[in-house]
């Protein structure tokens, strides 16, 4: 890691869910405490027909444009086409769309398919995407929108309408609570209590689901204390986008690619001695 022991006697608090033994490791060979509470899971969506329609129509009639705002979106809408028996359709339309992607994760899935992307939006956020498109001459053209679980992205959708584009959003996920709320409660109080040093947040989701119990137990004022109390560690511009719009200071960002080793090695150069 470049940071041995570098974090000796520091907790780390880990809201991931999917990765959390992976980033777990990282910050335990580093000498770290890691307090593991997984806030958000994804899960299916609670029904597949609007998604079944959007993949029919996306691989059969095909888009001028298609958005992918997370890799996981576009791994899933692979699998359930390949399960609907029109993988290959879905592929041929992939190829023949221009693929817009905000940040490394879906182009790293067109990779793996052999496929790159036509247009990598910087900064990765949504209102990047917004101008990034914002002097292209979107009217009439068909542009799928592939979301962030089930957020309709108004903004983005908007800005598309308004430019006379024929937009088509598709959920192909929904995030779900991964820890009940007393274990999220537990969480708040240990960092109100200073036993934190730090609170490594990887997706926007986790500080909603955060806010959430914090605001429904009553407890909003413990949360905001014990944040700036922590050191607080964000996994790019859209994490770090959430955080700012709640008031909360963000300490820690990794540089350049936007992965779980970058942000474990940002913590421990932060916090190794100098």
Request: aromatic share 4%; net charge neutral.
């Amino acid at each position: 890691m470049g940071h041995v022991h570098a974090l000796a006697g520091v907790t780390v608090a880990l809201p991931e869910t999917r990765e959390s033994a992976r980033m777990a490791g990282l910050l335990e060979c580093a000498g770290a405490t890691t307090l593991r509470c997984p806030l958000v899971a994804i899960v299916d969506p609670s029904d597949w027909g609007p998604v079944d329609a959007w993949l029919a129509e996306f691989a059969h009639t095909g888009f001028d444009d298609l958005i992918l705002l997370t890799g996981e979106g576009l791994r899933r809408l692979l699998a359930r086409a390949r399960a609907q028996g029109i993988y290959a359709a879905f592929l041929a339309a992939l190829k023949n769309a221009r693929r817009i992607t905000r940040g490394g994760k879906p182009a790293r899935v067109l990779h793996e398919l052999g496929l790159t992307p036509d247009i990598a939006v910087s900064p990765p956020t949504s209102q990047g995407v917004i101008e990034t498109l914002r002097s292209a001459d979107l009217r009439q053209r068909r542009i799928g929108v592939q979301l962030y679980g089930t957020d309709p992205n108004e903004r983005l959708v908007g800005f598309l309408n308004d430019a006379g584009a024929i937009v088509a959003t598709v959920a192909p996920y929904a995030h779900a609570p991964a820890s009940d709320a007393g274990k999220v409660r537990d969480l708040i109080a240990q960092l109100a209590a200073g036993t934190v040093q730090v609170i490594a947040f990887t997706t926007a989701s986790q500080i909603d689901r955060l806010w959430q119990i914090g605001v429904e137990v009553g407890i909003e004022s413990d949360l905001r204390v014990g944040l700036a109390r922590s050191r607080v560690a964000a996994m790019g511009p859209i994490v770090v986008e959430a955080l700012h719009a709640r008031g909360v200071r963000v300490d820690i960002v990794p540089e350049g690619h936007f992965v779980m080793k970058r942000l474990t090695d940002a913590i421990a150069a932060a916090l190794s001695p100098r």
